[in-house]
């Protein structure tokens, strides 16, 4: 989980919209937001999910792949 929210700050840090717009279009929390970007909290699925999809994102889980010789 560690890395898709490492890809939805650098998104977000890279983006053209503010904070502030994005924490009003998708309804989450400014404060969240914020201690989510400054690295305090995580986010939870179903909030990553949301981000994802305002920042034109999809999160896909998949099965691991199997170490050879296993």
Same mark, same amino acid.
């Not at 909030?47 to 099965?63: F, M, N, Q, S, V």
């Given at each position: 989980?560690?890395?898709? =929210? +490492?890809?939805? &700050?650098?998104?977000?840090?890279?983006? +053209?919209? !503010?904070?502030?717009? $994005?924490?009003? +279009?998708?309804?989450? +929390?400014? %404060? !969240?937001?914020? &201690?989510?970007?400054?690295?305090?909290?995580? =986010?939870?699925?179903?909030? %990553?999910? *949301? =981000?994802?999809?305002?920042?034109?994102?999809?999160? $896909? $889980?998949?099965? *691991?792949?199997? *170490?050879?010789?296993?």
């Amino acid at each position: 989980m560690q890395g898709i =929210l +490492d890809v939805l &700050r650098k998104r977000i840090e890279r983006g +053209d919209v !503010s904070r502030y717009q $994005i924490a009003r +279009d998708t309804g989450i +929390d400014k %404060a !969240s937001l914020s &201690r989510f970007m400054h690295g305090h909290t995580g =986010l939870n699925v179903a909030t %990553a999910e *949301k =981000l994802a999809d305002y920042l034109g994102l999809e999160i $896909i $889980i998949r099965p *691991k792949r199997r *170490k050879e010789g296993r």
